[in-house]
T-cell receptor, first 115, second 115 residues
Framework: AQTVTQSQPEMSVQEAETVTLSCTYD???????LFWYKQPPSRQMILVIR??????QNATENRFSVNFQKAAKSFSLKISDSQLGDAAMYFC????????????FGAGTILRVKS | DTGVSQDPRHKITKRGQNVTFRCDPI?????LYWYRQTLGQGPEFLTY????????KSRLLSDRFSAERPKGSFSTLEIQRTEQGDSAMYLC?????????????FGEGSWLTVV
């Protein structure tokens, strides 16, 4: 079974600074998808960024980028120019390409943004 | 397109009572998922539907839980004889069928407190 581990329960960043959230996963599959979801205090989960395992290029969405290291099974999220609205719980998630019926989530990282 | 909506948003019930949650997915999304999230944890997969067929159920879904999607549109999740351990947020999500990498969109969740 696949597992996702987020080793940082909580992180803090100063507004306008950069922060990196860590995620590692365990799988025996070679084809899969990885996601970062954001869950603000209003609780609706929002997709931040996704990465296909077959792509070597790291995904980027505006201020959000990932560092995908397939051999190391690592998938970190970098947030540049942090804004107050970035404060939320961030979840790393895995989805199999063969049996993509569900997402496997990590325990999450609370991100606090200081003004 | 108003997103995934869930009702009620909050429910407090006495132990032993039955509760039902409703989910309206994004229109034309033929996959619908239920997840459970407890405080400080990531969501855990419960079950999913493809149109009206329930195709997978997690071992977390005990006999007291039943989910339906009668016409392939909205879904209900019923918990019978609630226990304090059922206290959690129940998240509904939906996606399109084509491609296992398709984005899964989440609702705001239904909070259940069993007293």
């Amino acid at each position: 079974a696949q597992t996702v581990t987020q080793s940082q329960p909580e992180m803090s960043v100063q507004e306008a600074e950069t922060v990196t959230l860590s995620c590692t996963y365990d799988t025996s599959e070679s084809d899969y998808y990885l996601f970062w979801y954001k869950q603000p205090p209003s609780r609706q989960m929002i997709l931040v960024i996704r990465q296909e395992a077959y792509k070597q290029q790291n995904a980027t969405e505006n201020r959000f980028s990932v560092n995908f290291q397939k051999a190391a099974k690592s998938f970190s999220l970098k947030i540049s120019d942090s804004q107050l609205g970035d404060a939320a719980m961030y979840f790393c998630a895995y989805r199999s390409a063969k049996n993509g019926n569900k997402l496997v989530f990590g325990a999450g990282t609370i991100l606090r943004v200081k003004s | 397109d108003t997103g995934v909506s869930q009702d009620p948003r909050h429910k407090i019930t006495k132990r032993g009572q039955n509760v039902t949650f409703r989910c309206d997915p994004i229109s034309e999304h033929n996959r619908l998922y239920w997840y459970r999230q407890t405080l400080g944890q990531g969501p855990e997969f419960l079950t999913y539907f493809q149109n009206e067929a329930q195709l997978e159920k997690s071992r977390l879904l005990s006999d007291r839980f039943s989910a339906e999607r009668p016409k392939g549109s909205f879904s209900t999740l019923e918990i019978q004889r609630t226990e304090q351990g059922d206290s959690a947020m129940y998240l509904c999500a939906s996606s399109l069928l084509s491609g296992t990498g398709n984005t899964i969109y989440f609702g705001e969740g239904s909070w259940l407190t069993v007293v």
